[in-house]
C-alpha cells in the first residue's frame, strides 16, 4: 500500500488512494480541510495528466447541453422497471432510479477509457468493462465503484454472468476471460480465434455463445472450457446476440453496407439471415418474447445521423421500421418487460418505450445537433448558434436555454454569432445569411446580402460598424448596423474563417492556405501579412494592440494542431507546433497569461504562460467538433460543438493539485517527437514488462512482453504519424506515457 495524496477540485477535493494496481478517487463533499499528502513508496504511476484529464471529465467543465451528459453511450442495463444504469466514453456511467426520468453521473471511478458493456446479477451486484483491460464492480447498486484490471491490454466488449461467481467477458483478439470468484480474479480461455468478439451470453450455466468480426459465432457447452465454431462469413460483422430459449437466438451486425439479422431455431447448429429492409448497420438485439425483438440501428458514418429501431412481432420474420424521435445513432437496447425498453447512443442520447415499441421518447434533453458560436454579453446572458436553424439563448449563466425562433426560412446552417451592446446582435451563416436583433434576441431579421457566400465569422466595433468574412474571399463591411454590407476587396479567394478588430481602424483575418490579412484603415484595404503555406487557420483573437494569436492546423506538420502569437501587431509571427494533432478550431485569452483553444476531436488546451506552453485539459465525448470557446470573466468559460455540445466551467477549467503530490516519472520515453524507434527507459531492471500502444481512438495497435530489462527499443515506424498512449506495466505498477510520431 503506497502513501496516499490529494488532489483539490473546486470546492471538494479527490482522495486520491494509489496502490500498485490501480487508482481510486473518492470525492469528500464540503470537507475544506487542507489535507498533507503522505510519504509515499516509490511506485509508477499513472500520469498525472492523465489523471487530471478523467478529474477535469466531472470537475471542471460540465454538461449543458445535452443532459444529463453528452458523451457517448455504449450500454444500457435495467435491474428493474425504475433502476438503471448506462456507461459510455471517458468512463462514463450513468444511474437512474425514476425510470428515465432523470439520471445521475456516477463520479467516484475516474477512468478515461471507454466502457463498453454493463451487465448487472442483481439489485446490487453489477460489473462494466471496458477499453484496455477495465474491469469494474460494484455491490452497492452503482453507487461505488472498484477498478481493476484483467490482466490483459485489450479492450472489453462484453460481459455476461451465470450466477453471483461465475462471469465471463469477452474481446478484443479473440480474448474470452472467466471468473469463478466474483470477479477477484480472470483467467483465459481459449477461443481459438484472434478476431474482435463483441458480444457474449449463456443460456444455461453451461451453454453460451459469442459473436465478433468477421462473421464468427462460437458456441460452448462446458461452461467455457472449449469453444466450438458455429458459424462464419469473412464479410460480416457481428455486435449483438441473444437468445429467447435454449435453441432460440439472433445476432446482427452488417456486412459493410446493409443491417444483418441471423436467426437459429435449433441452439446454434444452423443460422439462417432474415430479411430486414435496413441498410444501416445494427448494434444491438432484444426479444421479451418468442415473437416480439427490437434491433437498433448504429450508423457507419457521421453524415447521416439518424437512428433507427426495428420491431418484429412473428419471431424475426418480418420487421418495421419504428419512429423513435432521435437524430442520434443507437448502439445499445435494453427491455424490462414487455412494454418499457430503452435504447441509448451517441451524444449521451437514451429514448424510451412504455407501449412495445410503438411510440418513442426522448429521456435525454438536447437542443440540438451542432452548434458552432458562443457569445456572452455579461455573466448570465450568452447565445449559442449552429445548423437547424439552432439560436439558443440563457439568461441565467447557461443553467437552462431556451431556443430562440429564427424567423426565416434562410438560416440552416448558422456560423458565428456577435453583440456589440446587450441588445444589437448579429448572425452569419451559410448562403450570405445576415440575422440583426435589436432586442437581445427575441425577434431576428433578415439582413440585406449582397454575397451568396458561406460566411464564417462576424465582428463588430461597435453597434454600427462591422464585417463578415467567409468563402472565396469574401469580406464584407457595414456601416450603418448591418442594414447595408458592401464587398471588400481581399485580394485572395482563399476561405477567410474569422476577423478580430483590435480597434476601430486596425482589424485581422486569417483563413485557409495560411491565410493572414491586416487592415490599418477601417477594413477599406486589406494586405497580406503572412504566408503559411497550406496551413488552415481558423480563429484568431489579440490581447490588446500588439498581442495576438491565430489557431489552426499545420500542413508541415502532418495537419496538427498549430498557434501563432505575435507581439508586433502582426509583423512577425512565432509558431508552435505539436500542440495538438488535431486541427484547432478557436482561440481565446482571458488575460495576458491565460488562454484557451479547443479542437475539432474534443480537446480542450490551456495555457497559462502567454502561449509558450499548451495543456490538454480535457477530452470530450468520442469526436465530438469543438468549434468555439469563450469566457465571460477569468474562471468562467463555455465551449460548443458537434452533438450540441455546451461545456461550463467555473474555475477556469484548472483544478489546482498540490505540488508535494507530484511524483517524479520511473519511466522514460526518448525521441519524442519519435520518427521509426523509441527507447523505453526504467530506473531500475524489471523481471516483466508489458508495454502496449494505443492509437488517439482507444485502438491496441502493439503489445510486447520484455524480461529482466529496463532499456527496450521498440519499433514504431509502421504507424502513421499522430498522438499515441504507451501503457508500460511493470510488477511496480502502471504507467502511461503520450506518444507522438512525426516522421
Given at each position: ?11 471538494s ?6 496502490t500498485?494496481?490501480?487508482?481510486v ?19 509508477i ?11 477535469l ?26 433502476t ?10 450513468i444511474k ?7 439520471w445521475?453521473?456516477?463520479t ?31 455491490i ?15 479492450n ?9 461467481n461465475?462471469?465471463y ?26 478476431e ?12 453460451g ?10 458456441k460452448t ?25 435454449v ?16 436467426k ?11 430479411i ?13 418474447d ?18 433507427i ?5 412473428d ?30 447512443g451517441w ?18 434533453n ?5 452548434l458552432?458560436?458562443?457569445f456572452?454579453?455579461d ?7 449552429g445548423c ?30 456577435y453583440?456589440?451592446?446587450?441588445f444589437?446582435?448579429?448572425i ?18 433578415k ?26 474571399g ?20 482563399a476561405?477567410?474563417?474569422s476577423?478580430?478588430f483590435t ?5 485581422y483575418?486569417?483563413?485557409?492556405n ?32 500588439n ?20 507581439i ?9 507546433n ?39 485539459m ?7 467538433n ?18 450540441g ?22 519511466i522514460s520515453i ?10 523505453i527507459?526504467?530506473?531500475e ?7 502496449s ?39 511496480n ?11
Amino acid at each position: 500500500m503506497l502513501g496516499n495524496s490529494y488532489i483539490v477540485l473546486g470546492n471538494s477535493f479527490l482522495f486520491l488512494v494509489i496502490t500498485e494496481s490501480n487508482i481510486v478517487l473518492r470525492k469528500q463533499e464540503n470537507n475544506y480541510t487542507y489535507i498533507k499528502k503522505q510519504k509515499a513508496m516509490k511506485t509508477i504511476i499513472f500520469s498525472i495528466c492523465l489523471i487530471l484529464i478523467s478529474a477535469l471529465s466531472y470537475s471542471q467543465w460540465t454538461w449543458q447541453n445535452p443532459l444529463p451528459q453528452g458523451n457517448t453511450l455504449t450500454s444500457i442495463y435495467f435491474t428493474d422497471v425504475n433502476t438503471g444504469y448506462a456507461v459510455g466514453n471517458y468512463g462514463t456511467i450513468i444511474k437512474t432510479t425514476d425510470g428515465g426520468l432523470t439520471w445521475t453521473l456516477k463520479t467516484d471511478v475516474v477512468n478515461t477509457f471507454r466502457i463498453n458493456a454493463v451487465f448487472f446479477i442483481d439489485d446490487n451486484n453489477g460489473y462494466a468493462v471496458g477499453w484496455s483491460g477495465l474491469v469494474l464492480k460494484t455491490i452497492d447498486a452503482g453507487e461505488h465503484w472498484t477498478s481493476s484490471m484483467a490482466g490483459i491490454g485489450n479492450n472489453l466488449n462484453s460481459v455476461y454472468f451465470t450466477n453471483v461467481n461465475t462471469g465471463y467477458v469477452v474481446g478484443d483478439n479473440g480474448k474470452i476471460l472467466k471468473t469463478t470468484n466474483a470477479g477477484i480474479s480472470w483467467f483465459t480461455l481459449s477461443s481459438g480465434i484472434t478476431e474482435n468478439l463483441n458480444s457474449i451470453i449463456f443460456t444455461d450455466a453451461n451453454t453460451g455463445y459469442v459473436v465478433g468480426w468477421s462473421g464468427k459465432i462460437l458456441k460452448t457447452i462446458n461452461a467455457g472450457l472449449s469453444w466450438e465454431l458455429q458459424y462464419e462469413n469473412l464479410t460480416y460483422m457481428f455486435y449483438s446476440i441473444c437468445f429467447t430459449d435454449v435453441n432460440i437466438g439472433y445476432a446482427v451486425g452488417h456486412n459493410g453496407s446493409n443491417g444483418i439479422i441471423l436467426k437459429t431455431t435449433n441452439a446454434g447448429l444452423s443460422w439462417v439471415e432474415q430479411i430486414n429492409g435496413t441498410t444501416k448497420p445494427l448494434s444491438s438485439i432484444y426479444f421479451t418474447d418468442t415473437n416480439n425483438g427490437y434491433a437498433l440501428g448504429n450508423n457507419a458514418y457521421p453524415y447521416d445521423q439518424n437512428g433507427i429501431v426495428l420491431k418484429t412481432t412473428d419471431g424475426g420474420t418480418t420487421w418495421t421500421e419504428q419512429s423513435n424521435g432521435t437524430l442520434s445513432p443507437l448502439i445499445s437496447l435494453y427491455f424490462v418487460d414487455s412494454n418499457n425498453g430503452y435504447a441509448a447512443g451517441w451524444n449521451g442520447s437514451i429514448i424510451k418505450t412504455t407501449d412495445a415499441g410503438n411510440t418513442w421518447s426522448v429521456y435525454s434533453n438536447s437542443k440540438t445537433s451542432y452548434l458552432n458560436s458562443v457569445f456572452f454579453t455579461d455573466i448570465n446572458n450568452g447565445y449559442a448558434v449552429g445548423c437547424d436553424k439552432t439560436i439558443l439563448k440563457t439568461i441565467n449563466g447557461g443553467t437552462n436555454w431556451t431556443e430562440q425562433t429564427c424567423g426565416i426560412n434562410y438560416c440552416y446552417c448558422l456560423t458565428s454569432v456577435y453583440f456589440p451592446n446587450a441588445f444589437t446582435g448579429f448572425i452569419v451563416g451559410m448562403g450570405g445569411t445576415i440575422l440583426k436583433t435589436t432586442d437581445a434576441g427575441n425577434n431576428w431579421t433578415k439582413m440585406l446580402c449582397p454575397s451568396y457566400e458561406y460566411l464564417y465569422s462576424v465582428f463588430f466595433n461597435d453597434v454600427n460598424n462591422g464585417f463578415a468574412v467567409g468563402t472565396n474571399g469574401t469580406i464584407l463591411k457595414t456601416i450603418d448596423a448591418g442594414i447595408n454590407w458592401n464587398i471588400q476587396s481581399s485580394g485572395t479567394m482563399a476561405q477567410l474563417n474569422s476577423v478580430f478588430f483590435t480597434n476601430s481602424n486596425t482589424g485581422y483575418i486569417v483563413g485557409n492556405n495560411g491565410t493572414i490579412l491586416k487592415t490599418t484603415d477601417g477594413g477599406n484595404n486589406w494586405y497580406s501579412i503572412y504566408a503559411g503555406s497550406l496551413d488552415q487557420y481558423s480563429s484568431v483573437f489579440f490581447i490588446d494592440s500588439n498581442i495576438g494569436y491565430v489557431s489552426g492546423s499545420s500542413y508541415s506538420n502532418g495537419y496538427g494542431g498549430i498557434v501563432l502569437k505575435t507581439i508586433d501587431a502582426g509583423a512577425n509571427w512565432i509558431v508552435q507546433n505539436n500542440i495538438s494533432n488535431n486541427l484547432l478550431t478557436s482561440i481565446y485569452f482571458t488575460d495576458s497569461n491565460n488562454g484557451y483553444v479547443v479542437s475539432v476531436v474534443g480537446e480542450i488546451l490551456k495555457t497559462t504562460n502567454s502561449g509558450n506552453s499548451w495543456t490538454v485539459m480535457q477530452t470530450i465525448n468520442s469526436c465530438p467538433n469543438l468549434y468555439s470557446v469563450f469566457f465571460t470573466d477569468s474562471n468562467t468559460g463555455y465551449t460548443v460543438g458537434e452533438g450540441g455540445t455546451i461545456l461550463k466551467t467555473a474555475n477556469g477549467g484548472v483544478s489546482y493539485v498540490e505540488e508535494a503530490q507530484i511524483q517524479e516519472s520511473e519511466i522514460s520515453i526518448y525521441p519524442n517527437p519519435a520518427i521509426d524507434i523509441i527507447t523505453i527507459s526504467t530506473k531500475e531492471i524489471s523481471k516483466e514488462m508489458h508495454i502496449s500502444v494505443f492509437d488517439i481512438q482507444g485502438k491496441e495497435i502493439i503489445t510486447k512482453k520484455f524480461l529482466n530489462k529496463n532499456i527496450i527499443d521498440l519499433n514504431v515506424s509502421d504507424l502513421i504519424n499522430g498522438i499515441y498512449l504507451v501503457k508500460i506495466q511493470t510488477e511496480n505498477g502502471v504507467e502511461n506515457k503520450k506518444l507522438i510520431l512525426n516522421k
